[in-house]
């Protein structure tokens, strides 16, 4: 069975696509937790991710990851620790590891 964001999942309140699911979290669950850039970025990395064919669980590790890399990136950059140079081409590297 290939798995899209229209596949549909019991979940804890009944049937539920992970499109559904994903927008609920957009919306309520993690909005006052979480930077809305950083789930904006993590919810398009695991959508990107499902689309090309990964798993729900293997999507939402990578879109981790990503978020994780990225925000050591650019905090060591912000720490004076790596230079700009050495800043995008880390950022480059994510993207064409994780969104390419």
Do not use: W
């Not at 957009?26 to 990395?45: I, N, P, Q, S, Y």
């Amino acid at each position: 069975m290939k798995i899209t964001l229209d596949t549909r999942f019991n979940g804890s309140l009944g049937q539920i696509t992970l499109r559904e699911a994903v927008q609920q979290l957009k919306e309520h669950d993690l909005t006052c937790t979480v930077a809305a850039e950083a789930l904006e970025r993590k919810v398009t990395v695991f959508t990107d991710c499902v689309e090309r064919g990964f798993t729900p669980l293997r999507s939402e590790i990578m879109a981790a990851c990503y978020i994780a890399e990225r925000d050591a990136t650019t905090e060591a950059f912000d720490r004076g620790l790596i230079t700009k140079g050495e800043l995008e081409t880390r950022q480059a590297a994510l993207v064409k590891r994780f969104l390419a």
